[in-house]
């Protein structure tokens, strides 16, 4: 997926062919030169022009705009999101918990394990269902998301209130579409 920023100039006689949208390309005819090796669709797109790589990129940004406040707390970002989770709702399984956060349980044990030795949160098999390893905050776990309740970005973004809502609402809409085109095809 991709959104381009580029526009392509028409020759007068280049004009929509029937049926064609004015302003689309007909990428079916071989424009190529005598000798020469005609470019796929599409090849003319640079990274810059693909939606991924600017989502990709904006949450390297964000990483690097929270480092100073993760670094204050000693946590990494994966670690600081599982507070806030757990802040959010105490008492969860580890696949709710894998869930919320979109991480599968080999990828979130290791964060509860380090969180849980440096005093953050409990881990507990639930007596009803010992299969089920149920997490929690400790004291300490919700004194640190208290304290870590500074660390606000919006400003950062050079966006208004407003638009940083319509924006996170935009992107939470386009991630669901994404899962549940993916989800259709397996």
Known sequence: M?????????????????????????NSRDNSKAGQKAKPPGADRRLGDFLCFAIYSANLAFGRAYRKGLEDLGL??????TIVALWEQDDQTVSEL?????LESNTLTPILKKLESMGYLSR????????QVRISLT??????REKGMH?????STGLKPDEFARLQENVVTLRDNLIKATAEEA
Do not use: C, H
């Not at 507990?124 to 299969?131: F, H, V």
């Not at 004291?139 to 640190?144: D, I, N, T, V, Y």
């Not at 660390?151 to 400003?155: I, R, S, T």
């Open 151 to 155: 660390m606000n970005l919006v400003a």
């Open 124 to 131: 507990q098999r639930d007596p009803a269902d010992e299969r």
């Open 139 to 144: 004291e300490a776990g919700r004194r640190l």
């Open 76 to 81: 990494t970002y994966p670690q600081w999101i």
């Open 98 to 102: 894998g869930e919320k956060m979109f």
């Open 2 to 26: 991709f959104v381009s920023k580029r526009t392509t100039s028409m020759k007068p006689n280049d004009g929509p062919k029937s049926g064609q949208a004015a302003g689309s390309r007909d």
